[in-house]
């Protein structure tokens, strides 16, 4: 029985080894296979950081609009019961399943100069395809549901009888949103954040079929990667370094913020 219990705990050891092998040793590949000079040497040309900054620009705009509509909205899903709102979550988790390369087309199909608002756009000399613009409306397209979902979770965990203790002390609704229910979901906001930003910093088909890949306009890292492939892998195996730097060190300043403020609202809830 003894022999029987350690030889699965060394299968269960072997399998979770190979999992986590299998997942890590493919980026980390990316800053192993070439020395440190021969990567920072590929990254000297502008082109490059034009792409990284324009990563950072879009992907900060697109999660101010990400939180700043995704809150209210993972907030009425936690705290609301209709008929309907199992199909409706569905609906609202279908870009996480959907090919990126369709949700390109899709909006092509919407936003485009052919496309079902493209003549009133027009009118008033808005043209979207192939802009920076572009480039955020995916950005927010894919990442959206990843911060909804985590943000419904996270204020799913929020005690309701907290918010009627609140409310019962002459609160208002308002405020007790702001003073009660924010504190104790924003460990799950956080991580919504994080996965968000991370998810649209890397992505990649959306953006190429609807907002184009040049350079210096609409050109963000994982673009940059895939227009390196044709000509420099040095460079593409660079830039992906960058990008997996820039992805990490966000996930880590983002997990910091959370664990603080886990420590902040546990000693609150003491």
């Known amino acids: 029985m003894v022999l029987l219990t350690r030889v699965g705990k060394g299968a269960l050891f072997l399998l979770i080894a190979m999992m986590i092998t299998y997942l890590l040793m493919p980026l980390l590949s990316v800053f192993i296979s070439k020395s440190p000079q021969t990567i920072l040497e590929k990254l000297k040309d502008p082109l490059?950081?034009?792409?990284?900054?324009?990563?950072?620009?879009?992907?900060?705009?697109?999660?101010?609009?990400?939180?700043g509509f995704g809150t209210p909205l993972a907030y009425w899903l936690a705290k609301s019961e209709f008929k309907g709102k199992k199909g409706l979550e569905v609906g609202l988790k279908m870009p996480i399943v959907a090919p990126t390369a369709v949700v390109g087309v899709g909006l092509l199909l919407?936003?485009?100069?052919?496309?079902?608002?493209?003549?009133?756009?027009?009118?008033?000399?808005?043209?979207?395809?192939?802009?920076?613009l572009a480039v955020i409306m995916a950005q927010i397209f894919m990442a959206s549901p990843f911060?909804?979902?985590?943000?419904?979770?996270?204020?799913?965990?929020?005690?309701?009888?907290?918010?009627?203790?609140?409310?019962?002390?002459?609160?208002?609704?308002?405020?007790?949103?702001?003073?009660?229910?924010?504190?104790?979901?924003?460990?799950?906001?956080?991580?919504?954040?994080?996965?968000?930003?991370?998810?649209?910093?890397?992505?990649?088909?959306?953006?190429?079929?609807?907002?184009?890949?040049?350079?210096?306009?609409?050109?963000?890292l994982p673009l940059?990667?895939?227009?390196?492939?044709?000509?420099?892998?040095?460079?593409?195996?660079?830039?992906?370094?960058?990008?997996?730097?820039?992805?990490?060190?966000?996930l880590l300043f983002v997990s910091f913020i959370e664990r603080f403020m886990e420590k902040v609202v546990g000693t609150a809830r003491r």
């Open 147 to 220: 911060y909804i979902t985590t943000a419904r979770q996270g204020f799913e965990a929020v005690d309701d009888q907290l918010i009627a203790v609140s409310q019962t002390l002459g609160v208002n609704p308002w405020k007790t949103f702001w003073r009660v229910t924010i504190p104790l979901a924003l460990p799950g906001l956080l991580t919504g954040v994080a996965l968000s930003w991370a998810l649209a910093l890397g992505e990649f088909g959306a953006t190429m079929m609807f907002a184009g890949n040049l350079p210096g306009k609409t050109q963000t």
């Open 110 to 132: 919407i936003f485009g100069q052919r496309g079902m608002l493209g003549d009133t756009l027009s009118v008033f000399g808005i043209t979207i395809p192939f802009t920076s």
């Open 48 to 67: 490059i950081y034009e792409a990284l900054s324009l990563s950072l620009r879009t992907t900060s705009i697109a999660l101010i609009f990400i939180v």
């Open 224 to 250: 940059a990667i895939y227009t390196a492939m044709e000509s420099d892998a040095d460079v593409a195996l660079s830039i992906s370094a960058l990008l997996l730097t820039v992805s990490f060190s966000l």
